[in-house]
């Protein structure tokens, strides 16, 4: 079944530096690639995604890279702010046949001023 | 645009006890999703829903758990009996339809503690 590895779990950045998230998958068959923010006691939402005829996609501070050959893609922030201290889940989409997202187990970034 | 409603937000039961989780998706939303968030852990889909019929269940403990969408819009999760291991939020989600690229907008939650 589908299977998505999160890493790492936990992620301390000061303020102003990048941070990486990175996730693969096993399916062969996964065709997009959302990744959600969930701040502490709330819902998750969806701050990027891409799909898998793309490598790459930005979004001011927020890029996701995808390498399909190696089934892994990864959440990167630039000049990271407190307000982006969070739990990030990365997911994958399998069209094939059951529509469905499976995350991954989060990465909880903390931002240090 | 109003978002994705559910109730309770808290439930504190004891094990055996009954619970039911209600939700309202966004008007206009075919596919709605239940997921359980244990905590630290990403969400896992227990089912999903186009309209009123059952598209994947495949991960629902079926002994326990049940799920409606009966008209097509609300719908509501039960767990009878709770075990202590159901303890974990449970997420309503929904997208216009089921396929790529449709957004899956996250209810609130239900924070379940099972005593």
């Known amino acids: 079944g589908e299977n998505v590895e999160q890493h790492p779990s936990t992620l301390s950045v000061q303020e102003g530096d990048s941070a990486v998230i990175k996730c693969t998958y096993s399916d062969s068959a996964s065709n997009y690639f959302p990744w959600y923010k969930q701040e502490l006691g709330k819902r998750p939402q969806l701050i990027i995604d891409?799909?898998?005829?793309?490598g790459e996609k930005k979004d001011q501070r927020i890029a996701v890279t995808l390498n399909k050959t190696a089934k892994h893609f990864s959440l990167h922030i630039t000049e990271t702010q407190p307000e982006d201290s969070a739990v990030y889940f990365c997911?994958?989409?399998?069209?094939?046949?059951?529509?469905?997202?499976?995350f991954g187990k989060g990465t909880k970034l903390s931002v240090i001023p | 645009e109003a978002g994705v409603a559910q109730s309770p937000r808290y439930k504190i039961i004891e094990k055996r006890q009954s619970v039911a989780f209600w939700c309202n998706p966004i008007?206009?939303?075919?596919?709605l999703y239940w997921y359980q968030q244990i905590l630290g852990q990403g969400p896992k889909l227990l089912i999903q829903?186009?309209?009123?019929?059952?598209?994947?269940d495949s991960q629902l403990p079926k002994d326990r758990f049940s799920a409606e969408r009966l008209k097509g819009v609300d719908s509501t999760l039960k767990i009878q009996p709770a075990k202590l291991e159901d303890s974990a939020v449970y997420l309503c989600?929904?997208?216009?339809?089921?396929?790529?690229?449709?957004?899956?907008?996250f209810g609130p939650g239900t924070r379940l503690t099972v005593l």
């Open positions: 891409i799909r898998s005829n793309v």
């Open positions: 829903f186009q309209n009123n019929g059952v598209v994947d």
């Open positions: 997911a994958e989409y399998s069209g094939a046949g059951s529509y469905q997202l499976t």
């Open positions: 989600a929904s997208s216009q339809g089921p396929k790529m690229g449709n957004e899956q907008f």
């Open positions: 008007s206009g939303h075919a596919t």
